[in-house]
Structure formats: C-alpha cells, structure tokens
C-alpha cells in the first residue's frame, strides 16, 4: 500500500517564527490533506490540495503530486499553533484516507 | 465546511459490555463514511468503511464481531464495540465525504474517547 512519511516528527518553535513541514508519499493519489489536531482529539481540516497551492490566513500549502510531496507553511506561529500536524492521502478512490506519522509542533511565548 | 457530530465524546464502560458510538454528518448526505482508531502518541488508523444500505468493509486484522458497524441511513453510520477489554481503550473517530460530487474531502468527527475499566 501507499506509504506516508512526514517530517520533522517534532518541532519546536519560538513564537513568530515560520516553519514548513513535509510530507513525502509513495504512490500517485487523488486526495491529499492536511489537518492540525487540537488537544482535544479533534482533527481540524486545514486544506484539500490534491495538487498546486492554497493559502489560508498565516497557512499555506502546495503539494507537486508528479514529485510526490506536500508542504505546510505556518508563518508568524502562535501558541495556538501548538499540537500535531497530519498529513493523509487517498489513491483508491475509495475514500481511504492513510495518515502519515504526524509532526508534533511546540510554539513557546 | 460540512460538519460532522460523533457521540458521546468520552465513555467509561465495565470490561464485558458493549458501548454505541455514533456519527452523523449534519448538514450533508454521506454514502460512505470511515471509522479509525488512534492509540496514544500514535498516527490514525484506518479500521472500516461504512457504506449505508450494506456491510461494512473492515481492514486486515479489525474483528468484524467486535466492532460491529450500521449505517441505516445516508447521515448516521454507529459503531458498536462489543464485550469491551481494556486492550480496547482507545481513541475512536469517524469522518465522512459528501456523496455525489467529486471532491472527496473528508470531514471529522469530534472523536470517543473510550475507556474500558
């Protein structure tokens, strides 16, 4: 099956600094998500990106699906930030989504 | 963004019962929806695909008689498991993806956290 490797598996970050994580996949597929899971266990869809690039106030992403990988751009973190990035993707079409390992992000004050 | 409700959030139950979970996308129609499992300080697993109308599809090595899944209607699919063991403590979350379009984005539950004593 598809296998899915995020990196870094963690990383800490001063308040306002920017970071990218990465995500790096071994097949084609048509679904690819990023989702940032809060304290609480609740998986927060950040964006649907398949393919190109997408931008959401302080977070963008762009996944090259003909190199087989995605990045997530957090710039100027918050605390808020804080907690575990999953990278997942589909190649079935069946709507299986395979998590990757995750990056547990830290932003200090 | 679609939502989607998973119920009761957290649950404490006796080892040997059995405990309901249930999902439901509020405010779309869901054919298919999925059920995952996570352990602590681990990833999401994928354990079954619930396909309203029919028998789930469970992955390799998920005992289809322990987690007992319904999906009566195109907003509810349930997800039983039954004689819980503390081995089966975990965290529980569902999601969903909208039927008849071609964007499969997938939507998530708040997630059961289950604890078996």
């Known amino acids: 099956g598809i296998q899915v490797e995020q990196s870094p598996p963690d990383l800490i970050l001063q308040e306002g600094a920017n970071s990218t994580l990465r995500c790096n996949f071994s097949d084609s597929v048509n679904n690819l998500q990023w989702f940032h899971q809060n304290p609480w266990g609740q998986l927060i869809n950040l964006f649907y990106i398949p393919s190109g690039t997408k931008q959401n106030g302080r977070l963008s992403a762009t996944t090259v699906a003909t190199e087989r990988y995605s990045l997530l751009y957090i710039s100027s973190s918050q605390t808020t930030d804080s907690g575990v990035y999953f990278c997942?993707?589909?190649?079935?079409?069946?709507?299986?989504?395979?998590f990757g390992q995750g990056t547990t992000l830290q932003v200090k004050p | 963004g679609a939502v989607v409700s998973q119920h009761p959030s957290r649950v404490i139950c006796k080892s040997g019962t059995s405990v309901k979970i249930e999902c439901r996308s509020l405010?779309?129609?869901?054919?298919?929806m999925f059920w995952y499992r996570q352990f602590p300080k681990q990833s999401l697993m994928l354990m079954a695909t619930s396909n309203e109308g029919s028998k789930a599809t469970y992955e390799q090595g998920v005992e289809k008689d322990k987690f007992l899944i319904n999906h009566a209607s195109l907003t509810l699919s349930t997800l039983t498991v039954t004689s819980a063991h503390p081995e089966d403590s975990s965290f529980y979350i569902c999601s969903a993806i909208r039927t008849g379009t071609v964007n499969t984005e997938a939507f998530f539950g708040q997630g059961t956290r289950l604890t078996v004593v």
């Open positions: 997942a993707v589909e190649s079935s079409n069946t709507g299986k989504l395979i």
């Open positions: 405010d779309f129609q869901a054919t298919t």
